[in-house]
């Protein structure tokens, strides 16, 4: 795997974690954004596995 590869899912795992740490900040603060957030985090295992789906084909 290239270091470009292993740069980009580095990244990748270190935001990942930041962005639903502060999605549910936000639902805990603001419950009325539980259901629409619920319904667009949905987006993280597709990430997770166009990611690995990326890296098993590299």
């Known amino acids: 795997m290239s270091t470009l590869a292993l ?3 580095l ?3 270190l935001v990942l974690p930041l962005c639903l740490g502060a999605l549910g900040y936000v639902v805990l603060r603001h419950p009325r954004f539980a259901q629409p957030l619920t319904v667009c985090g949905t987006w993280a295992p597709t990430l997770i596995a166009l990611v ?3 890296v ?3």
């Open 7 to 9: 740069l980009v899912v």
């Open 56 to 58: 098993a084909l590299w």
């Open 11 to 13: 990244l990748l795992a």
């Open 52 to 54: 690995a789906l990326v």
